[in-house]
DNA sequence: CAGGCCATGTGCATTATTTCACAAAATCAT
DNA sequence: ATGATTTTGTGAAATAATGCACATGGCCTG
């Protein structure tokens, strides 16, 4: 039974694991891929993942298992990335650089329209993907003009925030957050803060107490 | 009350969290904090960073608040950041070469002490931050000699498992991936994976239901 | 076409996490 | 001192997420 009442967070970062392992499938021998399968591929249990397809529909066959190619379908659908979405990212530093080439991001409908830096000597370059790098004070025009729906953040953290606001300013829908910084914008405002520092020091903790 | 007992593991997140306003704070005027501050400044409730402190502690005053130095000091000493940790970074593509570069990694004592490259084309390379890329093969080999502790993944998907199947027979102790890919390692072995496309699709998921 | 088989879908129990609300403790002003 | 004020630390309540266990319903064999 489809419920359209609260889907919990956590199924929804699940739903895009789920997607990994079933683009690489897409190919191969077995047209379905049974609950166990799947959740062994993905490191949860299957009734995990059954119960976070449950919420959006009955996808697969009982006594039979899921169809590859239409759950992936149904998984795009769900997650709104069966179509393409526009970025734009402010920072070119290294991180910012090596982003805006990578083609995990592309290849999943993510399309960087445009590059912005406050550096003069790094205005006007061009990248290697075609784009030029333009100055901060023109986020405003081009989120306009090239229609770009999320904004990536790959600035120093102290600069973080304001850039936040910029974007926020200039319109666009949501914003990914790379620096170590928690960007806060109120009005229940989309943004996403990826800290790969924390991770680590998630590592950290656990091994500081093994030994 | 501390509590030797389990950690939430969401806790452990949130004290790395905490730890980046407080860094910021240092130098600053008061240099004590109250529960509510610090919670603004990193989007939580005031009650759950009392809570999550608590967990290892009485760090705080009553009426009074936080004083801003020892708490850092008392989070690093949890998370194992109050000393160096030796990395090794596999896969120098444009993510690879963009974080051993990165300043934010350095800077919290996380020190790479080796790259490697399937890629004849790039082993032997020099990079900016002065080290020499190596082959694949010398993982086993440089791990030992160089006590490298933790892993980084940096490889194209496909490559990701195999390549965290050689460090673990490498003996290094806990792994980050960023390949978007989940690698499983059995034997409760420490790993973490860091997909950002994950975080972009639930932007796209939340975007998708908006207008 | 009947019966066995198998993996899904799901209500319910369990476990995990967050929030609430207030007592306890420290400071400060009088 | 004493009382007012402030902010912590913390049980207990509420909420959220996960896991269990089994009925359900398609598929396949004989």
């Known amino acids: 039974m489809t419920k359209y009442c609260k889907i919990p ?26 609950s166990e ?3 062994e591929l993905c490191g949860v249990s299957p009734a995990q993942v059954r119960k976070d397809l449950a919420y959006f529909g009955e996808f697969g066959v009982r006594g039979v298992g899921y169809d590859v190619r239409a759950l992936l379908q149904e998984i795009k659908k769900i997650l ?53 790098i333009e100055p901060a004070n023109r986020i405003r025009e081009l989120v306009r003009e090239r229609r770009i729906q999320i904004g990536v953040i790959t600035t ?29 914008i109120p009005d229940c405002y989309l943004v996403e803060n990826v800290d790969f520092t924390v991770k680590l020091e998630n590592l950290a903790y656990h091994l500081g107490r093994l030994p």
Chains 1, 2 share one sequence.
């Open 9 to 34: 967070s956590p199924t929804i970062e699940r739903l895009a694991l789920y997607s990994r392992p079933l683009e690489a499938l897409l190919g191969s021998a077995p047209p379905v891929i049974s």
């Open 37 to 39: 399968r799947l959740a």
């Open 80 to 132: 709104a990335t069966d179509r393409d979405w526009t970025l734009c990212i402010v920072g070119m530093g290294n991180l910012g650089s090596a982003l805006v080439e990578n083609e995990n991001f592309r290849r999943r409908g993510y399309i960087f329209v445009a590059a912005f830096d406050a550096d003069p000597e790094k205005v006007g370059k061009t990248l290697p993907c075609g784009l030029v």
């Open 156 to 184: 120093p953290p102290y600069e973080a925030q304001r850039v936040a606001d910029l974007l926020k300013d200039a319109k666009v829908k949501a914003i990914l957050n790379f620096a170590p910084t928690q960007v806060r």
